[in-house]
């Protein structure tokens, strides 16, 4: 009995909102199909809708809660119910925990923990070997410049994007001498309601790196990926920061770290 015909489309993470969207905006304009995955059902609606307007691509969704395993798993069981197999991954859902990290609740770590490492891993076990069997897709994992160094006070989240970062390039390398990618973006603080949420909007990483903005980082990520490179980093500036942090000692590098991303309250005026 012959296999059942699938169509390609990229799977996209936290695609409902800020990076996420503007990823799967730019997968879209290159006519890609989509499945979406977030958790509010209404904001990936509206998402879906607007890009399949725009770009008459087939756009589907699935609401899931990625630091689940359950949600992981229903990922795999939507693109079965529509037809679909992966032809790309992005790795994009991410949570930030900001303050002392043994103020946090033992849930918002693990929590993090779940979504930020265990659900891209799960993920990209689950889809990788199928790319691979068909010599062709690949998976861009967003990452973050937190993952070249140790983040004092923000410590989970700087922890998780390193293992990105590494997990990244390990399998980049595995799959080398096929035609399937593997790679990271590492951009720096982006212009999203990220940094809100966690509480970290006065600190003083913002002002001292400055925002980017999302439809930046979404064109150099796919442009790299379909290039071939490994780690992606935006911005000329940022490029160059990045290769600093790779070297610089962290016996200096962390206390100025800590510096940058100790929490800054509103009733201090900073």
């Known amino acids: 009995m012959a296999e059942r ?3 390609p489309v990229t799977v996209i993470t ?10 799967a905006r730019e997968f879209a304009r290159a006519g890609h199909g989509l499945l979406l995955v977030a958790r509010g059902r209404a904001a990936l609606e509206a998402a879906a809708g607007g890009i399949a307007r725009d770009t008459g691509v087939r756009v589907e969704i699935q609401v899931a809660d990625l ?11 939507a693109l079965e119910k529509h037809g679909l197999h992966a032809d790309y991954l992005v790795n994009n859902a991410a949570l930030g925990l900001s303050g002392p990290y043994a103020e946090h609740e033992g849930g918002e770590v693990m929590r993090l923990v779940d979504l930020n490492v265990r659900a891209l891993s799960d993920l990209t076990a689950r889809l ?8 062709r897709g690949g998976v861009l994992n967003v990452g973050s410049m937190a993952g070249f160094f140790p983040g004092p006070y923000q410590a989970a989240y700087y922890a998780s994007k390193a293992y990105v970062l590494s997990l990244s390039e390990a399998l980049a390398q595995e ?7 593997v790679c990271v ?8 309601r990220f940094h809100a949420r ?10 001292f790196q400055g925002l980017m903005g999302v439809e930046q980082v979404a064109r150099s990520a796919r442009a790299g990926l379909v290039r071939g490179r490994r780690v992606i980093v ?4 940022n490029w160059v920061s990045a290769q600093f942090l790779r070297v610089a000692p962290h016996i200096l590098l962390v206390p100025f770290a800590a510096w940058l991303l100790r929490r800054r309250e509103a009733r201090r005026g900073v």
Do not use: F, H, W
Request: glycine fraction near 14%; proline fraction near 7%.
């Open 14 to 23: 936290g695609a409902s909102e800020g990076l996420g969207l503007a990823l």
């Open 5 to 7: 015909e699938t169509a």
């Open 128 to 135: 990788l070997p199928g790319m691979i069997a068909r010599d």
């Open 185 to 192: 973006v590492a951009p720096g603080p982006l212009a999203t």
């Open 175 to 181: 799959v080398a001498g096929t035609n399937v990618r």
């Open 234 to 237: 935006p911005g000329a500036i």
């Open 198 to 207: 966690m509480g970290a909007q006065r600190d003083y990483y913002i002002r």
């Open 67 to 77: 630091a689940s395993r359950k949600g992981c798993a229903s990922v795999v069981t």
